[in-house]
């Protein structure tokens, strides 16, 4: 930049800086900080005198002080101001999913509610600087956990902490989503370790428990065919719950293989002109058998796999019925269908080792494979928790053609 166009601070009759005036070009300019951003802005007078006059005017109107106009006066922000921000911004950038956006935004105040003691219809009120607290993180654990917690509400404290915390996620804090909100120092908020010891590997229940659980859920097929239906989509592709909504059954693909070998596989992977993004994308191959289950079921004219006719009827149907349903089998977890992907990433495991089942599990990180499922016991199932439904070494059903 040439001397003629850089800059230079504007003194007063005393030699004196004035702060936010500065001369480039011949011409008088503003520098303004919003939201840690510098801007100029074009004074239009001439004299000094005048653009000082302007200068105290523009930072009244713009809510700065007079005296520091590079630094913003606000009132102190509150959680209902970080929520509203928050799912304006996951509104118009289009992720996380709305409904993952009030989820997550319910977690926080369920959090601050409990860790201030106060009631859930005040939290909004509350300002972030007592909100946002590793106090109230440790309060909170301590009054969910309880004095002898067990894995699962371990594993539930985590969950909840996890998807709170989204909210200050890099990618959301880089969008500037959070630009007219005062954020407090949130580094003990994101940092606080509540459950120290470390994750307990997943342990696959007994098999004859197994057994007696997958004879029971294929008796499905004619007594509940909606659950049936459910429990294939989620126990033999692996689907998250927000994948089980979304699948449609144009992502089915039977792929050739050659030498006459084809297979079917379902295709999670990003679908911008059907509202889809999945957590991690990848293709999920399944047995020929559970394709033809689901097609006998299809209805006409409705896209999507699960019945239900709305997202919220489909969800309710995974996260709902058929969690109920195997919590009366036996499974002692609130979120008992989650445990379907679970169980088949064990089989997944044990039959064709830890890279196939990373990518069919599609984990983001290869250290969350190796977290849950390394260190089961290097044994051949005994049994194949299929019931009778055979796959190739590909996992995927062999058909000669």
Known sequence: MSSEYRPVQVRDSRGRPIKGLFRRAGRLYLRVRVRRREYWRRIPCETIAEARQYMRRFVRSAGVDVERPCRAIRSPSTVGDLVQSYLDYARRAGTPAAYVARRNAQRLCRIVSLGLGVDARTVSRITLESAITKEVVKTWAEKTLGADPDESARRSVRSMLRQARSMFARPVIAADAYGAVCLPDYTGFLAFVPCADPVVRYRLPDEDFV????????????????????????????????????????????EDLGGGIRRWVIQYTPRPDEAYRPKTAGIVPLPARVVDDLMAMRRPDDPFILPGGSPTARRNLVCRDLAAWMRERGWKTPKAAYELRKLRGSYWRFRYGLDRCH??????????????????????LQSELEVGYELDPLAGSVARS
Do not use: I
């Open 211 to 254: 057994e007696r659980f997958m004879a029971a859920a294929h008796g499905l097929r004619e007594e509940r065919s909606e659950l049936y239906s459910a429990f294939l989509l989620v126990y033999y592709t692996a689907a998250r719950p927000g994948d089980a909504v979304a699948a449609r059954w144009s992502w089915f693909v039977h």
């Open 359 to 380: 990518a069919w599990m599609r984990h983001s990180s290869y250290a969350t494979t190796l977290r849950y499922y390394a260190d089961l016991p290097r044994r051949p």
